[in-house]
């Protein structure tokens, strides 16, 4: 009896130890990845899908695309 009121021990003391390290290890892993794993948009990207929605014309993006790439 003693032999299996060791084994029940060990593997609690494994998932007790187990699943605080699991958690810690998502968590930074989530922060390292980013908010939502989505890339970042950069200011080129809205100012093409402005364009693209005609929110602003040809000339406009023109002008913003030459001031961002300089």
């Known amino acids: 009896m003693l032999g299996f009121e060791h084994y029940g021990m060990e593997w609690g003391m494994i998932l007790i130890w187990l699943i605080p390290v699991l958690l810690i290890a998502l968590v930074i892993r989530n ?19 402005r364009y693209a929605r005609g929110e602003i014309d040809r000339d406009a993006f023109l002008k913003r695309r030459a001031d961002l790439t300089e």
């Open 31 to 49: 922060v390292i990845s980013g908010r939502d794993g989505k890339p970042e948009r950069t200011s080129l990207d809205i100012l093409e899908a």
